[in-house]
């Protein structure tokens, strides 16, 4: 377990530094064992308890020290039920969770798809593989913790509305900024 201020997303790809000697030991188990581990968000609107099950993606970059630049992919989400300081005989943090039914299968609405493909163009994205899942959308808009955080405790249904509100009010503001550019110039 890696408790952290940060709510990844399934799917959602999570650059970390790791320095320190019990996170060390995590990475190593991570390359040598295959295994996944916690991230939980260590933050105090998290009264539900919940974390982020994660996957060593690949090391960037080894330091001479023994710390590393690491990307790891989020695979699910979970409630925590019970915080170690230490996991068996190892250094980190362990714990037990219950893992939560995440379907990265669920794909929205047409409407709301259209909608999100119409945010894309205004961000002048047009590289992308579709389709996106609900979850890939939620990645794709930056969403803040508080609304991360609303995301995953909301039902499939209220997910998506959730979503279609958040796309509407960041395509308002694409076409804002694209409305003032003519208005000011910098010298």
Not at 79 to 94: A, C, H, T, V, W
Not at 104 to 131: A, D, G, W
Not at 147 to 155: S, T
Request: glycine content about 4%; overall charge negative.
């Amino acid at each position: 377990m890696f408790p952290l201020p940060i709510l990844p997303l399934p799917g959602e790809l999570v650059p970390l530094h790791i320095f320190e000697p019990r996170y060390r030991e995590l990475l190593l188990d991570a390359e040598t064992s295959d295994i996944s581990f916690g991230i939980y968000f260590s933050h105090e609107i998290n009264t539900e308890k919940i974390g982020s099950l994660m996957k060593l993606e690949s090391v960037i970059k080894r330091y001479a020290d023994g710390e590393a630049d690491i990307i790891v992919k989020c695979q699910h989400n979970f409630s925590l039920e019970l915080l170690l300081r230490n996991y068996k005989s190892k250094l980190y943090p362990g714990g037990d969770v219950n893992f939560w039914k995440v379907d990265l299968n669920t794909f929205p609405k047409q409407p709301m798809y259209e909608l999100f493909l119409e945010y894309l163009r205004l961000r002048n994205i047009s590289q992308h593989v579709e389709p996106f899942n609900i979850y890939q959308i939620a990645n794709e808009l930056n969403l803040d913790l508080n609304d991360r955080y609303k995301f995953l405790l909301l039902d499939e249904v209220k997910k998506e509305a959730f979503l279609h509100n958040r796309i509407k009010f960041q395509i308002h503001l694409l076409q804002e900024e694209e409305k003032t550019k003519d208005s000011y110039h910098l010298n």
